[in-house]
């Protein structure tokens, strides 16, 4: 959105852009400075009019016809009624175009136009702005990390299962929705099959890919990679990581952290990734909402033409590769080294992956390093 101010005529110009850049509303905002006046005209008939009037006359109203309806008010009546229309088109356009969360972090407070003004302009709730989102309570952290090691251990595990591990051999009290809702923030979900599991995601801007893995044979570096994302915890708070993983050398081409999850950060990982490696043949990923979207999908299949292989829903095992990635992650080092905030989480995972890289054998490998494999496959290629 941007905004631009005329000193000379005093009102506010904003415009919206739609997702191809095309603007879909402009609004004239005139109640930020003075009003809106019609330029004055000698009409002597019209003074004319106004002096029958006061006499008790009927003729205003015939020479208001006769002029257009631009009498004495006329014009401005009709001013207020072409503002309102531009209104209305500006707000149908921005609700279309963008979400109300997208909308509400429009609002700036430092602008010339009051906040209240910019909540109309944006039609939003000023609440909503002044807002400030309380992070999880203590409990609820606990909960998040013992139900994370439990799932690493035994990822079939689904809510009830884990409500009655929690209460019979934790001792917690606490009820199934506390811990449906804190599977959902962790994106966790059991790995054993569901009822209507070819299911489509929600939505038009949402497409699930077939997966293209069965019976595949990797044999070099640049072929397969696989993306997925998972919860670290953090002393008071949690984080997000996401990671991109070359399949045959286990070498990790790319990785993320942060407080959201979102397809935006999603894409630019895996932009910045190709940027360093250039772009696999082949990308698998799981069926979240991060990789189903139109901007991850379009940017995928599109811009770089890629083929995108989506694991079956509740199939862990299709990308068992990054799987046993995170359980090396965690296990050896988010859970023996707890990070105190983002920025020591964020050092701790840049050693480790170097480490895991350059250092860490794998039996999979013949006892070598992803890097070493990785290098070589690319030297083979080349």
Known sequence: MTRRKHTSETHIEVQVQGGGGSVIGTLHDAGAGQEAQDPSRPDHHLEGTVLKERRGGLLQEVQKRKDGGRGE???????????????????????????KKERRAL??????????????????????VYYEPIGETALNLELMELIDEKNLLHPWLG?????KWLRKDKGYRINKKRIERLFRLMGLSATGPNP????????ELHRIYKYLLRNLEVTRSGQVWATDITYIPVKGGYLY????????????????????????WCRKVLETAIEEHGAPEILNTDQGSQFTSLEFTRYVTKEK?????????GRCLDNIFVERLWRSVKY?????????????????????????????RHQSLDDEAPSTVYEQSKRKAA
């Open 159 to 163: 809510v009830p299962r884990i409500v």
């Open 241 to 264: 990581l996401c990671a991109i993983i070359d399949l045959h050398s286990r070498y990790v081409v790319g990785w993320s952290l942060s407080n959201t999850m979102t397809s935006e």
């Open 73 to 99: 008010g006329g014009a401005a009546a009709q001013d207020h009624r072409a503002a309102q229309g531009r209104e209305r088109l500006f707000k149908d356009g921005l609700v279309m175009s963008k979400s």
């Open 332 to 360: 050896e080092h988010v859970y023996l080294f707890p990070a105190d905030d983002g920025l020591q989480c964020y050092r701790g995972l840049e050693e480790y992956f170097r480490y895991y890289n350059l250092e860490r």
């Open 107 to 128: 609002v700036k407070r430092e602008s010339d136009l009051s906040v209240v003004r910019q909540c109309e302009l944006l039609d939003i709730h000023r609440s909503g």
């Open 196 to 203: 209507n599991t070819s299911k489509r995601g929600k939505g």
């Open 305 to 313: 033409q890629i083929r995108l292989s989506m694991d079956g829903k």
